[in-house]
């Protein structure tokens, strides 16, 4: 006992080493924070050209429409075929070789990243919308955008909604790897102090509770926002 | 009123109308009868062109609707559509699915159009449905509330596409009542529909479409007693 103590003295009180995880946990928050409000505006304006040029609406398919889903698709492929890690080491040492701030480049790669995961996601919830709901608003007069607007993006919202928690969830713990560019998030928090204090036991398994206790706070809120969506589909 | 002049429709290579041409005055009850996969769907949603004629014309009140020029939303505006499968916004309470059109397209403000509500729903003994969701309800509630939805925008013609075919059996008659009582008050409507005694009482006129084109038209009585043509008389001994 008195062993634990000391370590836990060495770990976290000596020379305030808490602080180590204490700022890397706020950077790992900012950090998916923001990024995931990236990726939803991207992931909320790719899915809908990817569909609105996938339902041939013949008054919105045009050639911009048309060149617009390329770039999404272009997008999407990229992203998805290439390691978030690599995206972050390319961001960092060549895209954004002169931003000051590291905190920038791991917000703008994880939301672009996370953009991509996202759209397919949404595209997945419109579709899941059956095309009838469409129809019924276009049948009243209203326009393409106006329907999806009040009444399929709101569906597809809560279908993907599952997804979209997994995507949060998954993006928080992806921010484990900001440490490759040296910023200092929740993960490198605790490995700086093993490295300190040459003991592994103690940071880690804090670092790996901090990020469990993070996901379980998220599954929570979750089934809350799920709740009170459910009353519009007893089926 | 709707005035249709050489209507072809193709999916790809499937032709499914074959040259359309046919004229519906204000005030009739047009009832589309046919074998499935003639087209009679199709044909009733090129009329409000859910579905893009390939050629032809469409004209509703001396507007050329295929012209690519108009405005289809404001033509849509102005004929209501009723859905096989209903097609209510499930993420929506009654009364905002029946108020959604008529407030986003500035036809009433919300009060107006919550009224009118009100008063639709009281038609359709369904006031009490307001605040419920569509899941909440079943078929032939369901399809009431279509209606009304679509009677909100205030429509000149109303178009149901088989509208009883998903209904329960014992909900088909609430529904036809609600199309009875509103063929009564003068709408126009054109119909696609299997109920043969609904064609008969209610219809000025039936249409008989078979591979994409007009068998025959006439009053429901000359219709079902004396068919001329042959595809119609096999047709019609199968479903009386």
Redesign the interface.
Known sequence: MNEFKAKFTQDFIEDGRWHFITDGLINTIIITILALLMGVIIGVIVSIIRCAHDQKDEKVRNIPLSIANAICKIYIAIIRGTPALVQLLIMYFIVMISAKSKLLVAVLTFGINSGAYVAELFRGGIMSVDSGQLEAGRSLGMSYVLTMRKVVLPQAFKASLPALINEFIALLKETSICGYIGLNELTRGGDIIRGTTYDALLPLLTVALIYFILVMIISYLASLVERRLRRSDKR | MINVKGLYKSFGDTKVLNGIDYHIEQGEKIAIIGPSGSGKSTFLRCL?L?E?PTKGQIFIDDEEITDPNVN??????K???V?Q????????TIMDNIT??PI??KKMTKEEAEEKAIELLKRVNLEDKVDS????LSGGQKQRI?IV??LA?NPEVMLFDEPTSALDPEMVGEVLEVMKELADDGMTMVVVTHEMGFAREVASKVVFIDEGIIKEESEPKAFFDSPKNPRLQEFLSKVL
């Open positions: 409000n859910l893009t289809i939303d404001k033509v849509r505006e004929i209501g559509m859905f499968h209903f097609n209510l916004f499930n993420n929506l959604l059109a986003q397209l969701y569509p899941s909440e279509a939805r679509s925008m």
